[in-house]
């Protein structure tokens, strides 16, 4: 049983399209997050929601709006996608902010 | 926010050796985690370790929160071993990645 789990694995789009990455964890946790990793392998948080609720925001562009329908599920979305978007993305959860965290496989993005 | 350094950037070991990979970190943490990423790109979670020593198998790592470090130990290490290590500092709920070891065992 996957306990975090993103779709797509690969994502290969056109500049300025919009797309979305699900993700859903099985494992009761409260606290889901966005990461990205650039071509150098660099991981970047970009959000933390609690419970539903968004509690780290760190200076993504507002192009990037994630959302939470229930604890088990952080989707993000992206508009008008650029050539710097091209990264993986990872889904993580953790049982709270302080408790170890859980990657999903990652989420490959080619912006063309 | 919290700095974090990892050292050394790269290591390349024969097969059946012992190594350490070190992590410092500019504040004080609510936890510090080492994470494993293989070849396939996938993060493991391996320690969460805000204080104190752990042990799994041939891995442990050992953090000194008043001195700002943790280090990683691997034993007997396996071609299976290679990736990339980082170390992740939790603070505020927020955290702050290292920039990752790049391990190669070779055979």
């Known amino acids: 049983d996957t306990a975090v789990s993103q779709t797509p694995k690969y994502l290969v789009t056109q500049m300025g399209n919009d797309k979305s990455i699900k993700c859903e964890q099985n494992?009761?946790?409260?606290?889901m997050y966005w990461y990205k990793q650039d071509s150098k392998k660099f991981l970047k948080i970009m959000f933390s929601y609690n419970n539903k609720e968004l509690i780290i925001n760190e200076t993504v562009p507002n192009r990037f709006s994630p959302k939470s329908p229930d604890k088990a599920h952080l989707n993000l979305h992206i508009n008008s996608l650029e050539l710097g978007d091209s990264a993986v993305y990872f889904c993580?959860?953790?049982?709270?902010?302080?408790?170890?965290?859980?990657f999903g496989d990652g989420t490959r993005l080619s912006i063309l | 926010g919290i700095q974090v350094e990892q050292s050394p950037p790269d290591l390349i070991l024969q097969e059946g050796a012992n190594s350490t990979l070190r992590c410092n970190f500019s504040?004080?943490?609510?936890?510090l985690q080492w994470f494993h990423q293989n070849p396939w790109g996938q993060l493991i979670n391996l320690f969460y370790i805000p204080s104190g020593t752990k042990q799994n198998g041939r891995l442990s790592a050992t953090t000194v929160a008043t001195e700002r470090y943790s280090l990683l130990y691997i034993s007997s290490s396996q071609t299976t071993d290679s990736g990339v290590y980082f170390c992740a500092a939790f603070n505020a709920g927020k955290s702050t990645f290292g920039d990752g070891t790049t391990l190669t065992v070779k055979p």
């Open positions: 494992l009761g946790h409260d606290t």
């Open positions: 993580a959860s953790s049982q709270d902010v302080t408790q170890p965290q859980h």
């Open positions: 504040d004080s943490v609510n936890n």
